[in-house]
């Protein structure tokens, strides 16, 4: 499959000049991003957009949602916990929530604790069937939820909207490997791949995958192994919620495809395919995973 290259780019590398128009071109490209004005607002205005937060009764999707009601959009939310919903709606309007999270290595979730130098034991049955049922708690809330969204709602969003757009919120872990985050990863990475292939299939709307590293809050809160979390207090060392919620919404008006957060952790996900080792103790460091 060829790629059609501008014409001005194409006349720089053909010149004598090459290696230094090899060296300019990041800086063109960083020029671009920094004066690149948003696109969304331009089509629709702030005041009195219509936004649909996915995953909004508790942490990143509750701060979204309160920014975006700041700015005078009409905020519309669902959620799975009826309380936190009740408590939002009370605030603001109304919410939408999907999404869990699962902390534990996928053979302990199976009940066989794995140790250096020791002979892995079999799982029972009783186990596997706990393993596989947990599995599916994780796929209904971070694939199945996704997947009902899209459907429900692209329709109402390509026949509706000046500006379509849909945002992710995602995970680091979807695209790099995180040991304790097994279950959590893969189904997180399954809703990935499904928003990315729907951006293909329909090209009328903005579709932004936002994959931001650990964010503060209490990740045990929708855990569905019971699992502890392993890495360091993310209350004190992880993204500062109302931050990604800025960046999610910057994303949004600017139209960008894949975000990650932090920035340098795109490389980390380039660095896997090049380095994977590397990236593999780092993340056994992370997490505090020893076998």
């Excluded at 790629?3 to 960083?30: E, F, G, K, Q, Y």
């Excluded at 649909?52 to 959620?79: D, E, K």
């Excluded at 979730?109 to 020791?118: D, K, L, N, P």
């Amino acid at each position: 499959m060829g790629v059609n290259i501008p014409p001005v780019v194409s006349t720089l590398l053909s010149t004598p000049w090459r290696n230094t128009s090899l060296a300019i071109l990041p800086i063109l490209l960083i020029l671009h991003r920094v004066l690149k004005r948003p696109t969304r607002p331009r089509k629709v205005t702030k005041l009195g957009e219509r936004v649909l937060v996915l995953g909004a009764t508790s942490g990143v999707g509750r701060t979204i949602a309160r920014q975006y009601a700041a700015r005078g959009a009409r905020v519309c939310m669902v959620g799975r916990r009826a309380v936190l919903l009740d408590e939002v709606e009370r605030e603001y309007t109304l919410v939408v929530s999907a999404g869990v999270s699962a902390l534990q290595p996928l053979m302990a979730v199976a009940g066989v604790q794995v140790e250096q130098s020791v002979k892995i034991q079999d799982a029972t049955e009783e186990n596997i069937q706990r393993t596989a049922s947990i599995a599916g708690a994780a796929l209904q809330g971070n694939y199945i939820g996704p997947l009902v969204a899209a459907v429900t709602f692209i329709p109402l969003l390509s026949n509706t909207s000046k500006a379509p757009s849909i945002v992710l919120i995602n995970s680091l872990a979807s695209v790099v490997p995180a040991p304790t985050r097994t279950l959590y990863a893969s189904t997180k990475s399954a809703s990935l791949v499904l928003y990315q292939a729907l951006s293909i299939e329909h090209p009328d709307i903005t579709f932004t995958c936002f994959m931001p590293s650990t964010i503060e809050g209490d990740f045990r809160a929708s855990a569905v192994d019971s699992g502890p979390v392993r890495e360091s207090d993310p209350n004190k060392h992880g993204l500062k919620r109302e931050t990604v919620a800025q960046r999610c919404i910057r994303a949004a008006d600017y139209g960008e495809k894949a975000v990650f957060m932090p920035g340098t952790m795109r490389f980390a996900h380039l660095l896997y395919w090049i380095w994977p080792s590397l990236v593999e103790r780092l993340a056994m460091k992370k997490y505090n995973f020893k076998v």
